[in-house]
């Protein structure tokens, strides 16, 4: 008993330190916060098993990336990719068209900085995590078959050696070279434009984030068309609707979110490496209530894409709290 429990206490404090990171990479696999927090504790659960066969012929790090690894791969056999609205089919004509919503769908999810990203760790790691989960870039992994997503985060993500990823995959380092390389291709294709990852936000950023807020907050649809670039996006599963363009997002508003002037309020967030906001509505007892999550890409002094995620539950990962406080 006192051996199993030296063993136990010994993996608990050298595994630990990489919990966050693990869950990045999982969540970059699965597109999902729940499932990577799933796959987490399962990748613990089997490397504590295993602890006392660890023979040290690699990193600690590395052998929990491979259980990881293998362990996402085994769980993407029977899921599909999880898309955002913009990747089923283009934009909608009319922003007043009806809402089609989809619940059998398993969509992308957001994720929230603080599960992933250590304040303490160095700048360039924390540039690198928040840049490699940004939604832009996970809903473009989700396009690559499972083995194809592996071989590219890996390699170009966490820049692990072709040898090192085709033992962990079990295969040649001739055949990872063969599959990074489609992988790329695939990802090129619908990877879209670089965003803007400026760290801290810039002062005119910051004032746009104001003006975001207070855009929002009164329904003042001529100041929310301002906020977005011409050729912003504004998807919010869901929904499969989504609209290109800052007058049709204004339209959107309009003419699709029940509030009226003074009947929302944001608190900010930050998910994906991006700035977001915890929506609120006023509901017929005079509480705010959470409404949806909106996640931002901006572009200089613009927003150039919204995600509105209206799936509340995920509120308390954020630290966001069930009503606006008074």
């Known amino acids: 008993m006192a051996t199993s429990t030296m063993v136990t206490d010994d993996f608990t404090t050298q595994a630990d330190p990489f ?19 799933d796959l987490v504790q399962e990748t613990y659960l089997r490397a504590w098993r295993g602890y006392d066969r660890f023979e040290g012929r690699s990193s600690l790090r590395t052998w929990l990336y491979r259980i990881a690894t293998t362990t996402c791969l085994t769980a993407l056999e029977n899921r599909k990719r999880r898309p955002l609205p913009t990747g089923l089919g283009g934009p909608v004509d009319s922003p007043a068209d009806e809402l089609v919503e989809l619940p059998e769908v398993s969509w992308l999810e957001p994720i929230p900085d603080s599960m992933i990203v250590n304040d303490h760790a160095d700048p360039a790691t924390i540039v690198g995590v928040r840049e490699s989960t940004r939604l832009a870039f996970i809903a473009a992994l989700q396009h690559l078959p499972a083995r194809q997503r592996a071989v590219l985060i890996l390699r170009d993500v966490l820049k692990w050696r072709a040898s090192e990823v085709a033992d962990t995959l ?9 599959i990074l390389q489609r992988a790329r291709a695939q990802l090129d294709q619908v990877k879209p434009s670089e965003d803007d990852t400026s760290e801290p936000l810039t ?124």
């Not at 919990?19 to 927090?37: N, V």
């Not at 079990?170 to 063969?178: F, P, Q, R």
């Not at 907050?217 to 068309?225: D, Q, T």
């Open 170 to 178: 079990g295969t040649s380092t001739t055949a990872v070279n063969s």
């Open 203 to 326: 002062a005119e950023q910051q004032q746009l984030l104001d003006r975001y807020v207070t855009a929002f907050e009164a329904k003042n649809i001529p100041a929310i068309v301002q906020l977005f670039t011409a050729d912003a996006v504004w998807e919010m599963p869901p929904y499969a609707n989504w609209v290109r363009g800052a007058e049709q997002i204004g339209r959107l508003v309009d003419v699709k979110c029940p509030a009226g002037p003074d009947d929302m309020r944001l608190l900010p967030a930050r998910a994906n490496g991006q700035v977001a906001f915890g929506v609120y509505m006023r509901e017929p007892d005079g509480v705010f209530r959470p409404f949806h999550l909106q996640v931002l890409d901006l572009e200089g002094a613009a927003v150039k894409h919204t995600v509105a995620f209206f799936d509340v539950d995920m509120f308390p990962a954020f630290g966001l709290p069930t009503t606006y406080p008074s």
């Open 19 to 37: 919990r966050r990171e693990l869950l990045a990479h999982c969540y970059r696999m699965l597109g999902s916060l729940h499932d990577a927090e």
